[in-house]
C-alpha cells in the first residue's frame, strides 16, 4: 500500500440533488419480472414491491454490459436505473432477448424525475432498514442506497412533474462522491466490459444471486466464485490530482503489465480525487501508480463494507 494520508472527513452536507446523469429503462408486461431473472444477475422472480435489486448484464463471457439498479413499481413494471451513457446499447441489446416473452422494454428517462438523498434528507423519508430496501413515498419510489461515511443515502425515483423531495439543495460533486465512497460502483461507458461482477464486489453488496437460474455469462461468473479463479477486487483509493475512468494502474517501477483499472472517480471535498479501482488482489501490498509506471501515486483506503468469504 501506498503512503498514508489523513483520513477525510465526513461528509459536510446532507440536502437533495437531481441525478442527470443516471436514465430509466422500463420493462412493462406480465412478463416483465420473469424476463429479467433470465438476462440478469439477480433474483426478480421473488421481487416485491418493498425491495430493489442490485444487478449486472452481462455478456456470454460474464463480462458487465450494465449495472442497475432494479425495483417494481406495480407486478407488471420494473424499472432499471442506469448510467445513461450505456441507456441506448443496454436497452437494443435486452430487446433482442424478449422473443415471446409479454415484455416490453422502452427508454423512459424523460417519464421519471430522479434525486439523491443524503443525510436528513435520506432520513426523512426512510424506515429501518437494509441497503435495497424500497419504500413508496406517494408516488415516488425511494429505495436505499448504501451508506457513505455513516450518512444514509436514496435514490428518489418519482413521475416528471412531481414534487421535488424536501431538503437543502446538494451540489453534485458531492453526492458524485458519496457515490465513490459508498463503495459501489455503477458502470459507465469507459469500463464497459471491462469486469465480471465480483471484480466489482458485486457478490459482496447484493448483486448477484448464486441459487437463481440461468442467465447470459453465469458459468464464467460461477466459476470465478467456486473455483477460486478470481484474482480481482475493487478497492477505495484517493489520488492527489485528477485520474480518467478507464485509466490503468500499474505496481509502482513496472511499466509492463497493469494491474488496475479505474472505475469510477469523483473530487474530493478536501482536495485530490477518490476513486473506485479494480485491482489485481495480489498487488495491494505495494505501491500504485495511476495511467503509467511513474504516474499519480495511488493510496488505498478502507473499503466501507466486508467482502464475503463464503456464499
Known amino acids: 500500500m501506498t503512503d498514508s494520508m489523513p483520513v477525510p472527513p465526513s461528509l459536510p452536507a446532507d440536502g437533495v440533488v437531481p441525478l442527470s446523469h443516471l436514465g430509466v429503462i422500463r420493462v412493462?408486461?406480465?412478463?416483465?419480472?420473469?424476463?429479467?431473472?433470465?438476462?440478469?444477475?439477480?433474483?426478480?422472480?421473488?421481487?416485491?414491491?418493498?425491495?430493489?435489486r442490485l444487478a449486472a448484464f452481462l455478456t456470454v463471457k460474464g463480462r458487465m454490459q450494465a449495472s442497475f439498479i432494479a425495483f417494481k413499481r406495480s407486478e407488471a413494471e420494473v424499472l432499471l436505473v442506469c448510467a445513461r451513457d450505456l441507456l441506448a446499447p443496454a436497452l437494443k441489446r435486452l430487446?433482442?432477448?424478449?422473443?415471446?416473452?409479454?415484455a416490453?422494454?422502452?427508454?423512459?428517462?424523460?417519464?421519471?424525475?430522479?434525486?439523491?438523498?443524503?443525510g436528513d434528507a435520506a432520513r426523512a423519508v426512510l424506515p429501518a432498514g437494509e441497503p435495497w430496501a424500497k419504500t413508496d413515498v406517494g408516488d415516488a419510489s425511494v429505495v436505499q442506497l448504501y451508506p457513505?461515511?455513516?450518512?444514509?443515502?436514496?435514490?428518489?425515483?418519482?413521475?416528471?412533474?412531481?414534487?421535488?423531495?424536501?431538503?437543502?439543495?446538494?451540489?453534485?460533486?458531492?453526492?458524485?462522491?458519496?457515490?465513490?465512497?459508498?463503495?459501489?460502483?455503477?458502470?459507465?461507458?469507459?469500463?464497459?466490459?471491462?469486469?465480471?461482477?465480483q471484480m466489482l464486489n458485486y457478490e459482496s453488496v447484493g448483486g448477484v444471486n448464486?441459487?437463481?437460474?440461468?442467465?447470459?455469462?453465469?458459468?464464467?461468473?460461477?466459476?470465478s466464485q467456486f473455483r477460486g479463479t478470481l484474482k480481482r477486487r475493487t478497492y477505495l483509493a484517493h489520488a492527489p490530482s485528477a485520474v480518467a475512468v478507464g485509466a490503468e494502474v500499474f505496481a509502482d517501477g513496472d511499466a509492463e503489465q497493469?494491474?488496475?483499472?479505474?472505475?469510477?472517480?469523483?473530487?474530493?471535498?478536501?482536495?485530490?480525487?477518490?476513486?473506485?479501482?479494480?485491482?489485481?488482489?495480489?498487488?495491494?501490498?505495494?505501491?500504485?501508480?495511476?495511467?503509467?509506471?511513474?504516474?499519480?501515486?495511488?493510496?488505498?483506503?478502507?473499503?466501507?463494507?466486508?467482502?464475503l468469504e463464503d456464499i
Open 95 to 102: 430487446s433482442m432477448f424478449v422473443m415471446r416473452a409479454k
Open 258 to 307: 497493469p494491474v488496475g483499472t479505474v472505475v469510477q472517480v469523483a473530487a474530493a471535498p478536501t482536495g485530490g480525487v477518490d476513486a473506485l479501482v479494480s485491482l489485481q488482489i495480489a498487488a495491494t501490498g505495494g505501491a500504485l501508480r495511476m495511467g503509467a509506471a511513474d504516474g499519480v501515486a495511488l493510496t488505498l483506503l478502507p473499503l466501507p463494507y466486508a467482502l
Open 210 to 223: 448464486f441459487k437463481k437460474g440461468c442467465y447470459p455469462g453465469q458459468e464464467v461468473v460461477a466459476r
Open 104 to 118: 416490453q422494454l422502452t427508454d423512459a428517462t424523460g417519464d421519471f424525475a430522479l434525486y439523491g438523498l443524503l
Open 28 to 52: 412493462a408486461g406480465e412478463d416483465a419480472a420473469k424476463f429479467l431473472h433470465g438476462q440478469l444477475t439477480q433474483d426478480f422472480a421473488l421481487l416485491d414491491l418493498h425491495h430493489a
Open 148 to 197: 457513505a461515511e455513516g450518512q444514509p443515502r436514496a435514490l428518489w425515483v418519482a413521475p416528471a412533474g412531481s414534487a421535488a423531495p424536501a431538503g437543502a439543495a446538494l451540489t453534485e460533486a458531492l453526492w458524485l462522491w458519496s457515490e465513490v465512497r459508498s463503495g459501489i460502483a455503477t458502470l459507465t461507458a469507459p469500463v464497459v466490459e471491462a469486469f465480471v461482477p
